[in-house]
């Protein structure tokens, strides 16, 4: 109970029927031009930004709530 030759067929009819072929065409070409879009888009990004390298943490000093201090202070 598949989906036969017949039924992709009647299927293509109806919606060059409905739609036209003219809307069809200009909707596949549009669908191509936001593809093209985003493959340019990808290939920039990957031209632009080189890897990072990462950044040392620095010590300030302070300690998070809860430290030794903190207890010694309770106590």
Known sequence: MGLSFS???????LVVLLFGRG???ELMGD?????????K??????EKS???EPKALRDDGNKAAGTEQDRNKSA
């Open 23 to 25: 809307k069809i065409s």
């Open 7 to 13: 039924h992709i067929l009647l299927v293509l009819i």
């Open 50 to 52: 080189p890897a990072a």
């Open 31 to 39: 669908v191509a031009k936001g593809v093209k879009a985003f493959k």
């Open 41 to 46: 888009g990808l290939s920039e990004d990957e």
